[in-house]
């Protein structure tokens, strides 16, 4: 169920411009993800984060896996309009149990 | 590799029918988890099977159940619809063999309950 806290809940930004979201937690995680789902469609994964600390990116998004295991964000540089949708994280507990945040919705405006 | 595939993609079904939706998994994966979407309430988890068996069931009545077939594709069954039962209902697969395996979802079933 839904236990991690997403935000912010939306935003709406310029084209061009950097977006920055995030997760937290009372819980620790074994693997934070973060996902994208378009209208109509399923979540998409985007990037998956295994280590304490870990950075990664996947083209222009970058997340990080927080030192404390409890949170995690994920950045998005140089928006462009496709990159519209609402943007979920996901935290794995070590008994592989999932939760899931509220979800952040991205408009960007050309 | 193909990747999680739900049938059918929209349903719509009056108060008090049952209804079975479908779960073609990754090719692989053993794992399946279906989850409940709604504006509302997000992502509520529905059960996991693993190897034709449920490992892990959410805080669902007994009118959703659902089952694993030995190639690993999973039907879930909703008897007695009520209104509230609309939602989009994502299937998810897994390798759940290691560590490292994300959820991959598909891209649900759309159910509307008149």
């Known amino acids: 169920g839904q236990q991690l806290n997403q935000s912010p809940q939306s935003m709406f930004i310029q084209e061009g411009e950097d977006v920055s979201m995030n997760c937290t937690s009372s819980?620790?995680?074994?693997?934070w993800l973060w996902y994208k789902q378009d209208p109509g469609e399923g979540p998409v994964l985007l990037i998956a984060?295994?280590?304490?600390?870990e950075l990664t990116s996947n083209g222009r998004l970058t997340a990080q896996f927080g030192i404390t295991r409890k949170d995690s964000f994920l950045n998005i540089s140089a928006s462009i309009p496709s990159d519209v949708g609402i943007y979920f994280c996901?935290?794995?507990?070590?008994?592989?149990?999932?939760?899931f945040g509220a979800g952040t919705r991205l408009t960007v405006k050309p | 590799k193909a990747g999680v595939t739900q049938t059918p993609r929209y349903l719509i079904k009056t108060r008090g029918q049952q209804v079975t939706l479908s779960c073609s998994p990754i090719?692989?994966?053993?794992?399946v988890s279906w989850y409940q979407q709604t504006p509302g309430q997000g992502l509520q988890f529905l059960f996991e099977?693993?190897?034709?068996?449920?490992?892990n069931k959410g805080n669902f009545p007994g009118r959703f159940s659902g089952r694993q077939f030995s190639n690993s594709r999973s039907e879930m069954n909703v008897s007695t619809l009520e209104l509230g039962d609309s939602a989009l209902y994502l299937c998810?697969?897994?390798?759940?063999?290691?560590?490292?395996?994300?959820?991959?979802f598909g891209n649900g079933t759309r159910l509307t309950v008149t």
């Open positions: 998810a697969s897994s390798a759940r063999d290691s560590r490292n395996s994300p959820l991959h």
């Open positions: 099977y693993f190897s034709e068996t449920q490992r």
């Open positions: 819980s620790i995680f074994n693997t």
């Open positions: 090719s692989g994966h053993r794992s």
């Open positions: 996901a935290g794995q507990l070590y008994n592989n149990d999932m939760r």
């Open positions: 984060l295994y280590k304490a600390g």
